[in-house]
């Protein structure tokens, strides 16, 4: 089955870096478009950054366009998000997700907190 695993997140000072990683399985992954979202306290769950099969197509919500940076290690089965100049309206879980065979699968989410 789908399986998408998250990991990376943590506590960062404002203005630091954070880079966060997906495991993926279960599927034929470099054949997926594959997205990163979050959900910050008391807000909803959003699109961050997205990636088309073989990094050919990349997009950014314009809240973190020029800060963060999506992609993708077919060989290994990851999508990575790094994080630069991060703020406190950053904070949130961080989740990966794609869609196969018409099913949207989701990780448990990684936690990130920027906070001084």
């Known amino acids: 089955q789908v399986q998408l695993v998250e990991s990376g997140g943590g506590l960062v000072q404002p203005g630091g870096s954070r880079r966060l990683s997906c495991t993926a399985s279960g599927f034929a992954f470099s054949e997926y478009h594959m997205h990163w979202y979050r959900q910050g306290p008391g807000k909803e769950r959003e699109l961050v950054a997205s990636?088309?099969?073989?990094?050919?197509?990349?997009s950014y919500a314009d809240s973190v366009k020029d800060r963060f940076t999506i992609s993708r290690d077919d060989a290994k089965n990851t999508v990575t998000l790094q994080m630069a100049r991060l703020k406190s309206e950053d904070t949130g879980v961080y989740y990966c997700?794609?869609?196969?065979?018409?099913?949207?699968?989701w990780g448990k989410g990684t936690l990130v907190t920027v906070s001084s």
């Open positions: 997700n794609t869609v196969v065979r018409g099913g949207k699968y």
């Open positions: 990636i088309g099969w073989f990094g050919t197509i990349s």
